[in-house]
């Protein structure tokens, strides 16, 4: 069981770097004037998104399912872990939602203004320190 927690935890950090990172690259892309640069964040922000993003995003929910599944005895009795699960749908619904906006700034890439991508990019760093308190501290519910 350690084993796949320890995978869980990579593959985690893995899909919150891409979750970090990606709005960054929109922030970038969104102030870029010419077409080489905007060329350019296009294949980052595909290559971040397909080659990092989903196979941490689908490794994450595998080794958390597999986890849950193991100990369900104890998880089924757990209040922390449904708003940690609930959270996680969340960063799922976010990520879905970056790679919708990655394919709007491949075409038009004044889609948004480079401050909105910057209050953008917060959203998983709130998320990232409830799991963790969640996780952690697991609070009685």
Known sequence: MLWI???HVVSMVCWFAGLFYLPRLFVYHAMSTDSVSQ???????RKLYRGIMWPSLIATWALGIWLVALGWDYYRTQNWLLIKVFLVIALSYY???CGSIRLKMATDANYKSHVWFRWFNEAPVIALIAICILVIVKPQF
Do not use: G
């Open 5 to 7: 927690k320890a995978f």
């Open 39 to 45: 060329e350019r964040f296009v294949v980052m922000e």
């Open 95 to 97: 990520h879905l939602w």
